[in-house]
Structure formats: C-alpha cells, structure tokens
C-alpha cells in the first residue's frame, strides 16, 4: 500500500517575505502560513530572502534543505554517468529530476540539460535554486518543467539525444541503515513510480540516441536487459540504445 503523502504548506518568518510566499503558495494551491498563524503541516516551503527551503517541521530543528546548482565540481565524463550517456551526446532530459544533483552534474559535464520534475514542491525548490545559480552568474544551468515526465516526453519525439531516468526502488534489503533524509523526504513527495515502465516507452520515442537509467548496485535491471551497463561504486547506469 503506497503511503500518504505528506501536508505541505508555504511558509515564511519575516513579514518582508509574505508577498513573495503567498505568492508561490497560490501557484502551488498550498496554505500560506506566517510565523502567528502555522497549519500544522508535515512539510513547509520556506521562504526567505536567501531562498526557498524544505522544512520538516516533524522533527525540530532539523536542517532546511534545498535544491543546488551552485556548488562547484569537475565530474568528468570519463565517470560511469559520463560514460553512459557518450560523448557524442548534447542534450539530455532528466525526466526525473528529484533534488537536481545529477541534473547539475550532467550540466557541469558540459550537457545541454533539461530538468522535468512532477511534484510542484520540488519543482518549486529546483526554480529558485536555477534563479540564484543565474544571479551567482553561472552558465551551466539546466531548464526547468514542472509536470508529468510522460506527458512532458509524449509531446517531444525525438527532441532530446538522451533520456536520463533515476526511478524509485525499493531500500537495500536487510540494510540496517536509513536512507539520507533528503531522500526520505523526496520519496514522501513523489511516491512510488508505478507508471515507470509507462515512462520508459515514451522515453523511448523522446530520445534521439538512448535511454540511461540509473539503478542502485543491489537492484536487477528494471526495464529489461540494456545493451550496455556503467558501473559504479554504489549504482550502476543501464543503457539502452536508440540509433535513428
């Protein structure tokens, strides 16, 4: 049985910032709560003038988390994410975007990156994170869409060279370790994915050149044998090619 998702509000502590997140908390169709006046809600959107934050107010005092294109690294792509997608490759989709780290690596690779995530929330932290990343002056940011990946793709065939797919799986079986908080909380907005191997199909008239999809170590392949498989350290990339 697939667990509820959480109640989520927008939030903001400062009167200066109560323009701005009642603002994305109409866009978003959430309470706009103010330091006075909390919903009671399980997650908050926080607003503030350095940006927009996740909040959970279930544990107190636990650390604000956002979305990052700023912090600066050199992943090459003589890594396995690197190798998977080619160097042939241009533009990529990451048709599952979640907190943006492999969209931000892909862009630091030099890839022409489009970031679609379904959960408005995340979408919503991606937006800002892209905007301070252009007021920082970075160049390498990648497009953000907020809806449906298979809506998004369904409508785009053959517009990007590669389609970039990091699906929900299950936990490591008998790990006695909890899975990082952020991605605890990602699991809890977006759910499970039961239309994933739908996904794959429209991924698979959206890609130009192939489908990578990532998978952690202890899973099997999810979309049947790939013609090629990256390994890494803790996941591996399967891909699947589609020459035109």
């Not at 959970?56 to 992943?75: C, K």
């Not at 497009?143 to 060279?161: T, Y």
């Not at 590669?162 to 759910?191: Q, W």
């Amino acid at each position: 049985m697939t667990a509820p998702l959480p109640s989520v509000e927008v939030a903001y502590r400062s009167p200066v910032d109560s323009h701005r997140a009642c603002s994305l908390a109409r866009s978003l169709g959430l309470a706009c709560a103010g330091p006075d006046d909390p919903t009671g809600a399980d997650l908050s959107v926080l607003v503030e003038e350095g940006g927009v934050w996740l909040r959970d107010n279930r544990q107190r005092g636990s650390r604000l988390l956002r979305a990052d294109f700023e912090t600066v690294e050199s992943p090459s792509r003589k890594q396995p994410l690197g190798r998977a997608v080619g160097h042939r490759i241009r533009t990529v989709v990451d048709a599952t975007a979640g907190w943006g780290d492999d969209s931000r690596r892909l862009c630091a690779m030099g890839y022409t990156v489009t970031a679609v995530e379904r959960s408005p929330v995340l979408a919503a932290l991606l937006e800002d994170a892209a905007s301070r990343a252009r007021d920082a002056g970075k160049r390498h940011i990648p497009r953000i869409i907020a809806g449906d990946a298979i809506e998004v793709l369904a409508a785009s065939s053959g517009s990007w060279d590669c389609v970039y797919l990091d699906p929900m799986f299950p936990p490591k079986p008998r790990s006695s370790t909890l899975a990082k908080r952020p991605m605890r909380l990602l699991r809890e907005l977006v759910g499970d994915d039961p239309d994933r191997h739908r996904l794959f199909e429209v991924a698979a008239v959206a890609a130009a050149r192939r489908i990578v999809v990532k998978r952690p170590d202890h899973a099997a392949p999810v979309f049947g044998k790939p013609d090629d498989v990256m390994g890494g350290k803790l996941v591996c990339y399967d891909v699947y090619h589609f020459p035109r």
